[in-house]
């Protein structure tokens, strides 16, 4: 059984950082690509960055150059580092894995104060 936990979220001032991280479990980490994702208040949930096994990464033009993926496959933990917050960075930040279906972690709450 795939299980994603989220952890790090909270409230942070504009300009701040924070570290999200999701540990993985009842999963091959290594061989999997995962993503984070964000859905902000009365809007859609949308894709932020994602890692591949190989360590390559991609990042939503909102986020590139102030947030960063990365993985430690020693720890089967995801992170995203986030630097130079904004307030409309405030939202429930999700973790996801596909395989034949995508499993989705319970998020982490970030809110960024203006």
């Known amino acids: 059984q795939v299980n994603l936990v989220e952890s790090g979220g909270g409230l942070v001032q504009a300009g701040g950082s924070r570290r999200l991280s999701c540990a993985a479990s009842?999963?091959?980490?290594?061989?999997?690509?995962f993503s984070w994702n964000r859905q902000a208040p009365g809007k859609q949930r949308e894709w932020v960055a994602t890692?591949?096994?190989?360590?390559?990464?991609q990042y939503a033009d909102s986020v590139k150059g102030r947030f960063t993926i990365s993985r430690d496959n020693d720890k089967n933990t995801v992170y995203l580092q986030m630097n130079s917050l904004k307030p409309n960075d405030t939202a429930v930040y999700y973790c996801?894995?596909?395989?034949?279906?995508?499993?989705w972690g319970q998020g982490t709450q970030v809110t960024v104060s203006s």
């Open positions: 890692i591949t096994s190989a360590f390559n990464t």
């Open positions: 996801s894995v596909t395989q034949t279906t995508v499993y």
């Open positions: 009842g999963i091959m980490f290594r061989v999997n690509k």
